[in-house]
């Protein structure tokens, strides 16, 4: 847990609730934008869900150019393609519909189209100069929180990694998050994001860097996960339980935006980008195993999770209560049909020492609350094939 200073980045207008997707024309034209890259994904696309945005911000006197091209685990040349569109197009703003793929590379995009360069330049923290360009990003996947954070990860085509860039100026200026949007996502999708977003807050909550204020973030979010995503992934018309895995995977965005993760990313990204596996996925199969690595540095914390998690400890001594927290976790996972392992996705056992080695290298391992040692790293993925 942090120590010494501190700082609390979001966006500076976060919309919520039903309709609220409907703000974005006026909002758009309130940061003067004359012109807008609309990033998205060919789902999107092809549903006419992109269209429908495009025209709510035309009506507000903005111009739009769809850019439909945002890949799963989106990569350099993506980000390069996207860049080379917002320019010949004349764009000045970049407004991002979809899950973290299309926030991932529309930050990207934008980045870079304010300082030049290619993504590569940005990798590592705080690098850029300029704030990229004005960006409001719609989320359509209650998981990601990238709508309201500073990080971006672009996969490194070349390296076969993913590269972690985590910087303020890639915060967007508002995010909008309209249950409505949502009701149509699968229930395997709305499962590994609704996980992704509680590895968000489970690996703030036991950061080295969490606070008083992404403890209260963290905690809110573990406590409606439980209760919602299981209702939302059995019926996803169920709005009530949309709307609160809304509110929890922002809330555990806000909280992992300051607080930072730990190696369940620093593996997942890794799983990501040597085999492109979808990352909500990844983080739902590894964290357990990463919270059983971590039990000895956090006890207390985890055994806190054990009660978020609205499991009886009463009578537990911590590291019993703490067990028991991990074991919810495990049970939440098997009740949504996670796959149980990375095996079952095709991975390889030769590949381990390579992922391990990467995963130790990646920004997120910063902030984990244990420090591995190389062969502990693998331990843990041969844990989770």
Same mark, same amino acid.
């Given at each position: 847990?942090?120590?010494?200073?501190?700082?609390?980045?979001?966006?500076?207008?976060?919309? !919520?609730?039903?309709g609220?997707? &409907?703000?974005?024309?006026?909002?758009?034209?309130?940061?003067?934008?004359?012109?807008?890259?609309?990033?998205?994904?060919?789902?999107?696309?092809?549903?006419?869900?992109?269209?429908?945005?495009?025209?709510?911000?035309?009506?507000?006197?903005?111009?739009?150019?769809? +850019?439909p091209?945002?890949?799963?685990?989106?990569?350099?040349?993506?980000?390069?393609d996207?860049?080379?569109?917002?320019? *010949?197009?004349?764009?000045? *703003?970049?407004?991002?519909?979809?899950?973290g793929?299309?926030?991932d590379?529309?930050?990207?995009?934008?980045?870079?189209?304010?300082?030049?360069?290619?993504?590569?330049?940005?990798?590592?923290?705080?690098?850029?100069?300029?704030p990229?360009?004005?960006?409001?990003?719609?989320?359509?996947?209650?998981?990601?929180?990238?709508?309201?954070?500073? +990080?971006?990860?672009?996969?490194?085509?070349?390296?076969?990694?993913?590269?972690?860039?985590?910087?303020?100026h890639?915060?967007?200026?508002?995010?909008?998050?309209?249950p409505?949007?949502?009701?149509?996502? #699968?229930?395997?999708?709305t499962?590994?994001t609704?996980?992704?977003?509680?590895?968000?807050?489970?690996?703030?909550?036991?950061?080295?860097?969490a606070? #008083?204020?992404?403890?209260?973030?963290?905690?809110?979010?573990i406590?409606?996960?439980?209760?919602?995503?299981?209702?939302?992934?059995?019926?996803g018309?169920?709005m009530?339980?949309?709307? &609160?895995?809304?509110?929890a995977q922002?809330?555990?965005g806000?909280? @992992?935006?300051?607080?930072?993760l730990?190696?369940?990313?620093?593996?997942a990204?890794? @799983?990501?980008? @040597?085999?492109?596996?979808?990352?909500?996925?990844?983080?739902?199969?590894?964290?357990?195993?990463?919270?059983? !690595?971590?039990?000895?540095?956090?006890?207390?914390r985890?055994?806190?999770?054990?009660? +978020?998690?609205?499991?009886?400890?009463?009578?537990?001594?911590?590291?019993?209560?703490?067990?028991?927290?991990?074991?919810?976790?495990?049970?939440?996972?098997?009740?949504?049909?996670?796959p149980?392992? @990375?095996?079952?996705?095709?991975?390889?056992?030769?590949?381990? #020492?390579?992922?391990?080695?990467?995963?130790?290298k990646d920004?997120?391992?910063l902030?984990?609350?244990?420090?591995?040692?190389?062969?502990?790293?693998? &331990?843990?993925?041969?844990?989770?094939?």
């Open positions: 847990m942090s120590t010494g200073q501190s700082a609390f980045h979001m966006p500076s207008v976060n919309l !919520f609730g039903p609220s997707v &409907q703000e974005t024309g006026k909002r758009m034209a309130g940061l003067g934008a004359e012109k807008a890259l609309l990033v998205t994904d060919a789902g999107l696309h092809n549903l006419g869900i992109s269209e429908k945005v495009a025209n709510i911000i035309r009506e507000a006197g903005v111009d739009v150019h769809i +850019f091209k945002a890949e799963p685990n989106p990569t350099d040349q993506n980000v390069a996207g860049l080379k569109v917002y320019n *010949s197009e004349n764009c000045d *703003s970049v407004v991002t519909l979809g899950g793929s299309s926030h590379a529309g930050k990207g995009i934008a980045l870079v189209a304010a300082n030049g360069g290619t993504i590569h330049d940005y990798e590592g923290v705080d690098v850029s100069r300029n990229m360009v004005p960006l409001v990003a719609i989320n359509t996947t209650a998981g990601t929180g990238s709508e309201v954070t500073k +990080f971006t990860i672009i996969t490194d085509s070349k390296r076969k990694i993913k590269m972690a860039i985590v910087d303020k890639v915060t967007p200026a508002i995010s909008i998050n309209d409505e949007l949502m009701a149509g996502m #699968p229930p395997a999708l499962a590994a609704g996980l992704d977003a509680l590895t968000h807050a489970v690996e703030a909550y036991v950061s080295t860097a606070t #008083p204020i992404t403890d209260a973030l963290a905690m809110q979010a406590k409606i996960i439980p209760k919602y995503l299981p209702r939302a992934v059995a019926n018309q169920d009530e339980a949309r709307e &609160q895995m809304v509110y922002s809330l555990a806000m909280a @992992f935006n300051n607080a930072s730990g190696y369940v990313h620093a593996i990204h890794q @799983f990501g980008g @040597f085999y492109n596996y979808p990352h909500g996925v990844c983080n739902a199969i590894l964290l357990p195993h990463v919270c059983k !690595f971590n039990l000895i540095a956090r006890t207390d985890f055994a806190e999770i054990a009660e +978020f998690l609205g499991e009886s400890v009463h009578e537990l001594s911590t590291r019993e209560a703490a067990e028991k927290g991990i074991q919810a976790i495990e049970r939440l996972a098997k009740d949504l049909n996670i149980s392992g @990375f095996k079952e996705l095709g991975a390889k056992e030769e590949d381990i #020492p390579v992922l391990a080695e990467n995963a130790m920004a997120c391992a902030t984990n609350p244990r420090k591995p040692k190389l062969e502990e790293v693998i &331990q843990i993925i041969q844990n989770a094939m």
